[in-house]
């Protein structure tokens, strides 16, 4: 049953601290999506890569937050130095855009990753 | 990005078909329409999409108004596990890619 990993599924953290959220797409996709979500702003988009390389990132704070593929089968969300207004759960998706094929059908999330910065 | 406008809550009874309504008045002639639901504690999940016809899946029914300013998504027959919040976008990959944005959706509520 393929689906997107993410780890840790829980952070605590102190206010300060370098913050590492992983992400292991579906096996193929090469589509990844990185999202955050709290409850005053919803889902809100901070980046997007396409073959590893980023195509979108507007939605990031480029102060403290960087997104990068190491690899096809590891994507990273990183937080230096963090803050309490950084809490959040942070999700991961991952797609497939074909050659040919208009966009692709839909994206598939992971569990989540859920940082609290004290 | 094109908006979308959802309610923010409804109730259905179990057992009972549900009309989830989307507004997207602006919507280009590319726009795809995407439905996804979120349950409590878990990520987005796809539920349906389509672009100008009616659409059937396993879980769900889209039906697009002709002049595709507004869609309905359907369950036929709500169960508990339908509880979540559902979410109507709009994506249109040629033009603006395939990263997609998410409103404040519609929580559906599911009464035994």
């Known amino acids: 049953d393929a689906r997107v990993t993410q780890t840790p599924r829980h952070k605590v953290t102190e206010m300060g601290q370098e913050v590492t959220m992983r992400c292991q797409p579906i096996?193929?996709?090469?589509?990844v999506f990185w999202y955050r979500q709290t409850m005053m702003q919803g889902l809100e988009l901070l980046a997007y890569?396409?073959?590893?390389?980023?195509?979108?990132d507007s939605g990031m704070p480029k102060d403290r937050f960087s997104a990068e593929m190491p690899d096809a089968t590891l994507a990273t969300l990183k937080i230096q130095p963090s803050e309490p207004r950084d809490s959040a759960v942070y999700f991961c998706?991952?797609?497939?855009?074909?050659?040919?094929?208009?966009?692709?059908?839909?994206?598939?999330f992971g569990q989540g990753t859920r940082l609290t910065v004290v | 990005d094109a908006k979308t406008t959802q309610p923010n809550s409804m109730e259905s009874n179990e057992e009972e078909p549900v009309h989830l309504p989307c507004n997207h008045s602006t919507i280009s002639g590319t726009d795809y329409i995407h439905w996804y639901r979120q349950l409590p504690s878990q990520g987005p999940e796809y539920v349906i999409h389509?672009?100008?016809s009616n659409v059937n899946n396993r879980m769900a029914s889209l039906a697009i108004a002709e002049d595709r300013k507004s869609s309905t998504l359907i369950l036929h027959r709500a169960t508990l596990r339908d509880a979540a919040v559902y979410y109507c976008?709009?994506?249109?990959?040629?033009?603006?890619?395939?990263?997609?944005?998410f409103g404040t959706g519609t929580s559906l509520t599911v009464i035994p």
């Open positions: 890569f396409r073959n590893r390389a980023p195509l979108d």
């Open positions: 998706a991952s797609g497939l855009v074909q050659t040919g094929v208009r966009g692709f059908t839909e994206a598939f």
């Open positions: 976008i709009l994506r249109d990959p040629p033009n603006t890619g395939n990263q997609f944005y």
């Open positions: 096996l193929g996709h090469n589509t």
């Open positions: 389509g672009l100008t």
